[in-house]
RNA sequence: CUCCCCAUCGUCUAGCCUGGUCUAGGACACCGCCCUUUCACGGCGGCGACACGGGUUCAAAUCCCGUUGGGGAGGCCA
């Protein structure tokens, strides 16, 4: 690593699907990078255990490539800096945390979480500052070293000044104050043994040479732990900064229950990994000459971080949309363009699959077209008349769709047979003969009552695209109130857990 | 509730740093007209914003303060 080099990472955190947000963060650093000539890096945070997957680690390699942002180190391709998924770096992690025990910039708390819980509630109910009260601070070192050789359950927390200033520089927002008192004792290790987020990116950031550090404004409140965490280790920080998060309509952060923010079913919808590459870095900034379909190399020699503006950008799908018209009309010829449809879906393996859902329902070869379209859709015309249960509201339709949606993001192996098995049980539970309960689903999924078997025609929509219409399916039903919501999530934890 | 961030058309944004050239420019969406066997594309036009209130100044979208609004964070998630 050269003197002056620039070195970015993206550190996507393997749970759930690769996430549009992650594209952003990670296309404004590889273009930052690219720019400057220096090094993208991959890391995996893997650190929860709980909720980290191979599968999703894999997910997310897979449509950075599709994208066409290339790291130059990562957990695939090594490096000089390696490991580069965390959870393969446990053992760096507690040797620094041991570091900072033994200096007093860290200790041991013993609180469980029973008792954290009762502190924030009434914390939260005296409508005091919610954080920790530091009661395991006063602990005494032989005490704290004795409880934890008799094994009992510990977490680590580091010490964070009681009072004063932190001033934070941010190449976007400049200086940034935020007094200690507002900050609190931050669990730097869990009682797993696995690092927190902050300590571990702390950590990596340091040792794999990181020099700037770009990534989602939900981090800069927890820049001066990590501040803090740089000067007990006597290390010099890296330069920050924060983008601006990506937002649905309503403002709030983007979130799937309000767009598809998987970048799977941008994919399986048929758009252009450079046209969403393209729509991404519009949110926030533009090229210098205004002109708004730009390539990943226009956008790598012309990127400053400075110029990125700072307001929310709403995630427009419909500006996305014609971007993506935009490639389709002047970047390909008839010729070109028969063969992205091919790659895409219409295709051999596609029809492959297809055919035999299809073959006795055809009465002519003419009726494939009509009959399969749904495979080779991104929405679908829905009659919301259409959309009924035996025996079920409008309303508890929308609840029933949306606790599928949940079994669905939970189910690992979306096939078939594990669909079927996954229905059997949502139509058990609902008291649904099966043959009732799946009946809006076909209308739902495909716009019609009648389509070709339900589990085999899913599984070939894919996950993605099943839920999206599914979500779809729920708005055109009048959608789920925030309140209606909560109280669907209680009965789906009391229903399946 | 506490802290932090943000604030130009419905949306993405230019302009703001280096006040005057801004009766605020472009794009998406929408509406109308033209082209056209339909639709789409394309062309032309329309609708449409400096959140509000104070300052500073000869002059403020641009600088300062306040208010309001929005967002994020406050997890043994990241």
């Not at 009762?118 to 070293?145: F, I, N, T």
């Not at 935009?326 to 492959?352: C, F, S």
């Not at 769709?401 to 078939?416: P, V």
């Not at 009048?478 to 919501?485: D, E, N």
Request: overall charge negative; aromatic content about 10%; hydrophobic content about 35%.
């Amino acid at each position: 690593m050269s003197e002056g080099e620039v070195r970015v990472r993206v550190a996507p955190s393997p749970t759930g699907d690769p996430h549009v947000g992650t594209a952003y963060q990670a296309l404004f650093n590889y273009a930052f990078a690219r720019g400057r000539g220096g090094k993208f890096v991959l890391r995996i945070e893997d650190t929860d255990r709980a909720r980290s997957t191979k599968q999703s680690e894999e997910a997310i390699l897979e449509s950075l490539r599709w994208l066409g942002l290339p790291w130059d180190e990562g957990p695939d391709v090594g490096g000089p800096h390696g490991p580069y998924r965390q959870s393969e770096r446990s053992e760096i992690y507690r040797e620094h945390v041991n570091g900072l025990l033994k200096a007093g910039h860290a200790y041991r708390c013993f609180c469980t979480v029973e008792r954290l819980g009762e502190m924030r509630a009434e914390q939260r109910a005296k409508g005091e500052m919610l954080g920790y009260d530091r009661l395991c601070r006063s602990v005494a070192a032989q005490e704290s070293q004795k409880r934890a050789n008799s094994r009992e359950s510990f977490v680590v927390r580091m010490k964070v000044p009681v009072e004063g200033h932190c001033v934070i520089h941010d190449i976007l927002h400049g200086e940034v104050h935020k007094d200690w008192a507002s900050v609190d004792d931050q669990i730097i290790l869990k009682s797993d043994g696995f690092p927190t987020y902050h300590l571990a990116n702390v950590v990596d950031d340091h040792l794999m040479g990181i020099t700037h550090v770009i990534r989602g404004e939900e981090w800069l409140n927890s820049v001066p732990k990590h501040l803090k965490l740089y000067e007990y280790f006597g290390w010099t920080p890296p330069l920050f900064c924060h983008l601006p998060l990506l937002r649905n309509e309503d403002k709030s952060k983007l979130s799937k229950r309000k767009n598809p923010t998987s970048i799977h079913y941008y994919r399986r919808a048929g758009y252009f990994p450079q046209a969403l590459l393209n729509f991404l870095g519009m949110m926030g900034w533009l090229m210098p000459n205004g002109e708004e379909k730009f390539t990943l190399e226009e956008m790598c020699e012309n990127l400053k971080l400075e110029d990125i503006s700072l307001g929310g950008p709403v995630f427009d799908r419909q500006k996305l949309k014609w971007l993506n018209a935009r490639y389709i009309r002047e970047d390909y010829t008839d010729e070109a363009l028969h063969e992205e449809l091919e790659r895409w879906a219409i295709n051999r393996e596609m029809n492959g699959r297809i055919v035999p859902l299809a073959h006795m329902r055809l009465q002519t070869l003419a009726d494939w077209g009509y009959l399969t379209a749904a495979f080779f859709a991104d929405e679908v015309p829905v009659n919301p008349e259409d959309l009924l249960m035996k025996g079920k509201t409008a309303e508890e339709l929308a609840g029933i769709f949306q606790m599928t949606i949940w079994k669905l993001e939970e189910l690992q192996d979306f096939s078939k047979g594990f669909l079927e098995i996954l229905f059997q049980e949502l139509a058990e539970k609902f008291e649904v003969k099966l043959k009732q309960f799946t009946m809006p689903y076909y209308v739902a999924l495909s716009g019609r009552k009648a389509w070709t078997p339900l589990f085999d025609s899913m599984e070939v929509l894919g996950s993605d695209m099943t839920r999206m219409r599914l979500r779809r399916a729920i708005d055109l039903l009048g959608g789920i109130s925030g309140k209606k919501l909560r109280k669907l999530e209680n009965e789906y934890s009391a229903m399946f857990d």
